[in-house]
T-cell receptor, first 112, second 111 residues
Framework: GAGVSQSPSNKVTEKGKDVELRCDPI?????LYWYRQSLGQGLEFLIY????????KSGLPSDRFSAERTGGSVSTLTIQRTQQEDSAVYLC??????????FGPGTRLTVL | TQLLEQSPQFLSIQEGENLTVYCNSS?????LQWYRQEPGEGPVLLVT?????EVKKLKRLTFQFGDARKDSSLHITAAQPGDTGLYLC???????????FGQGTILTVHP
């Protein structure tokens, strides 16, 4: 597609369940980023991929959060044993050179 | 930890007025970006400034990067209802583009 796509657009889950969020970056973009946007917190960096490797995972808030990228393309962010404080919009961005990041529309996660 | 303080958090003005949004930090950034975000969408890049003292103009929007590369401002002239949205500043401090975002400014322009 022409832009970054994310799925699902909305996800409602129960506390304690695992969720998977998907990001399809722009074709040819080797860099991929995950951010979290919460009310009152702005956008927080979670993880950066270059190809399939993640040299910077410093923003992942706990070991319940993990992410992988396969084929230098699609990335999945997994949250295990979700908590209410995980409720947020999860945004994915891709880039060629880092400075110009193209963002997807986000996945709104609600943990009940 | 690098932090960006953005102000004001909320701005409600009438069409035709001018406004300025500020982004300040105690840290030096290699680049400073401004984004605009609309409900249900991801942020869209407006401009990137990389040189201290740099000023960039984009139609009615003027962006400035402080001499010390610690602060930036966004000035909108003659605001229009179509300018309504969330404006975000973001500082870049790494070679791979990791961004530190400010809290955002919600701008509402009334007709």
């Amino acid at each position: 597609g022409a832009g970054v796509s994310q799925s699902p657009s909305n996800k409602v889950t129960e506390k304690g369940k695992d969720v998977e969020l998907r990001c399809d970056p722009i074709s040819g973009h080797t860099a991929l980023y995950w951010y979290r946007q919460s009310l009152g917190q702005g956008l927080e960096f979670l993880i950066y991929f270059q190809g399939n490797s993640a040299p910077d995972k410093s923003g992942l808030p706990s070991d319940r959060f993990s992410a992988e990228r396969t084929g230098g393309s699609v990335s999945t962010l997994t949250i295990q044993r979700t908590q209410q404080e995980d409720s947020a919009v999860y945004l994915c961005a891709s880039s060629i050179q880092g400075l110009w990041q193209f963002f997807g529309p986000g996945t709104r996660l609600t943990v009940l | 930890t690098q932090l960006l303080e953005q102000s004001p958090q909320f701005l409600s003005i009438q069409e035709g007025e001018n406004l300025t949004v500020y982004c300040n930090s105690s840290s030096v950034f290699s680049s400073l970006q401004w984004y605009r975000q609309e409900p249900g969408e991801g942020p869209v890049l407006l401009v990137t400034v990389v040189t201290g003292g740099e000023v960039k103009k984009l139609k009615r929007l003027t962006f400035q990067f402080g001499d010390a590369r610690k602060d930036s401002s966004l000035h909108i002239t003659a605001a229009q209802p179509g300018d309504t949205g969330l404006y975000l500043c973001a500082g870049g401090g790494t070679s791979y583009g990791k961004l530190t975002f400010g809290q955002g400014t919600i701008l509402t322009v009334h007709p």
